[in-house]
């Protein structure tokens, strides 16, 4: 007698089972060029793992331009890993969320409720490219800090993802900010380090740099840079001397990697630093490790 469809027929029908009875979780990096991917278990970093690219003009600045090609390449990716029964934490594209630290006048308590006193503040203030009322906010107190946290997406980009997503047949549990992510996976570092030292962030993203200055504990500054080489040098001193210029009480540099940059050697022998690569293992990265901790220690 021929079980093997019976037995295949089981499996089907236990595979939710399974899922409800030992969920898992799927971290998932999203950027304009790339898509990277890990289980999480119980909290612990699982042995599948994926990196793949995506289609050429599919998604430019954050923004998914072909919805139903992103879909069906996640989707696959779920199915060909046996994942796609796992809940989802999406860290979204840099480029498409706005990244804001608020300083809380002086004397006044953090507002209860961080997100109505947000879309209260003057749109100046926060000098979003957007009209708040057509955008999703994240609002968080920093730690320790009387300043708020803020991220920012229009809402018709945070709703074409989740489109997306829909149609890739996943079950989202939440989209992050990348910055958030990067500063999650840097926190244990931030808090070692003295309250003037200054910390910088270098993120390859494509043809571009992004540059994220970090003091006291605190993001300070945030710059894309567009250059190569030694104009990226160049482009990093001139930054770094800006920011000095505002803030004339920091001291030093440290400056870490979140990705594997080209021109690195360069950087170093002309600033006189060394370029560090930090290592998130078991973790492939920075914004993976970060998207494992939301929930249990956000900012």
Not at 140 to 159: E, H, N, S, Y
Not at 277 to 290: A, K, M, V, Y
């Amino acid at each position: 007698m021929d079980l093997s469809g019976l037995i295949v027929d089981l499996q089907d029908r236990i595979r939710p089972l399974r899922h409800r009875m030992f969920p898992r979780e799927l971290l998932l990096e999203l950027h304009d060029d790339m898509v990277r991917g890990q289980v999480l278990a119980d909290g612990a970093a699982g042995k599948v793992r994926f990196e793949a690219p995506l289609p050429a003009l599919t998604c430019r600045d954050g923004m998914p331009l072909e919805k139903e090609p992103l879909g069906d390449l996640i989707g696959n990716l779920l199915v060909r890993d046996d994942v796609l029964e796992t809940f989802l934490r999406v860290s979204l594209p840099a480029p498409a969320v706005h990244w804001r630290v608020i300083s809380w006048p002086q004397g006044r308590p953090l507002p209860a409720e961080p997100l109505a006193a947000v879309r209260d503040l003057d749109a100046t203030t926060l000098r979003f490219p957007f009209d708040l009322s057509d955008a999703l906010i994240d609002a968080k107190p920093v730690a320790g800090k009387p300043r708020l946290l803020v991220a920012a997406a229009p809402r018709k980009l945070i709703d074409a993802w989740i489109e997306v997503f829909a149609m890739a047949g996943t079950q989202l549990e939440r989209l992050a900010p990348a910055q958030n992510c990067e500063y999650l996976a840097l926190r244990p570092l931030l808090e070692q380090m003295g309250s003037r030292d200054l910390l910088g962030l270098l993120s390859a993203e494509g043809r571009t740099t992004r540059l994220t200055l970090f003091r006291d504990g605190i993001p300070r500054f945030q710059q894309r840079l567009t250059a190569s080489g030694t104009a990226l040098a160049n482009e990093l001193h001139r930054c770094i001397a800006f920011y000095r210029r505002q803030d004339p009480q920091a001291r030093g540099l440290r400056l870490i990697q979140a990705n594997a940059l080209p021109e690195a050697q360069v950087l170093a022998q002309d600033l006189g630093v060394v370029i560090e690569s930090p290592t998130p293992e078991p973790f492939d990265s920075l914004i993976l490790q970060g998207l494992a901790c939301l929930g249990s220690s956000e900012p």
